[in-house]
């Protein structure tokens, strides 16, 4: 069965807290208060779940921040890893932003989470900077960026006649 994307609502809270705690270490999962604030946010962001079947596989949560989309977070349950959910959920959340004028997508990780880094490396997302001791004032986090701008197309010889 093709897995089905679909809005959140406040009544997939458990799951997404269920879901959160198994994707990120303590002090990095977030709370069951931080989790129902950005879902509660949805009309200045972007959320989406992604069911296969009555499972909560996957969602991302996002949020508009200035001129760009941030992602707040992006949890795929290790069961469903490597079938390209990350990425359909991750591109979804471009478009709405793309189509809603931003300049790009902005998000954290943390220093040693080298499976979110290779994802998004390969999705075009660059190191801003280095956020020291940004998750629990102990690990480093990593800004990452996307810029949605087309890239400069290099000029091409001189015409000649
Ligand atoms: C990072 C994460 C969201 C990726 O989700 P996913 O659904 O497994 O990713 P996809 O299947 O869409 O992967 C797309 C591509 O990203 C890269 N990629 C994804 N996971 C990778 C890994 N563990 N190691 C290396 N490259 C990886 C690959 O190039 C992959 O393509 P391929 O499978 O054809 O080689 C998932 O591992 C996850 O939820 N991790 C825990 C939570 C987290 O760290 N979230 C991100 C921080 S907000």
Redesign the pocket.
């Known amino acids: 069965m093709a897995p089905i994307l679909r809005p959140l609502t406040l009544a997939d809270l458990p799951a997404l807290y269920a879901l ?1 705690q198994r ?2 270490p303590p002090g990095i999962a977030y709370s069951q208060r931080e989790i129902r604030d950005a879902v509660r946010l949805a009309p200045f962001g972007f959320h989406l779940a992604c069911l296969e079947g009555a499972t909560l596989a ?1 969602f991302i949560l996002t949020l508009r921040r200035a001129d760009r989309g941030h ?8 069961e ?11 591109l979804a959340a471009e478009s709405h932003y793309r189509e809603a004028g931003a300049g790009g997508m902005r ?4 220093v040693d ?4 880094l ?6 075009g997302y660059r190191v801003v900077r280095t956020l020291p001791r940004y998750y629990s004032a102990r690990l480093d986090g990593l800004l990452l960026h996307k810029d949605f701008a087309p890239a400069a197309i290099a000029p091409g010889p001189a015409a000649t006649s």
């Not at 992602?71 to 290790?78: G, N, S």
């Not at 989470?113 to 979110?116: L, V």
């Not at 290779?118 to 999705?123: D, G, H, P």
């Open positions: 959160d994707c990120f996957a992602v707040i977070t992006l949890d795929v349950a290790p469903f890893r490597r079938r390209g959910i990350g990425q359909a959920l991750l998000l954290e990780a943390a989470n080298q499976a979110a290779a994802f998004y490396a390969r999705l």
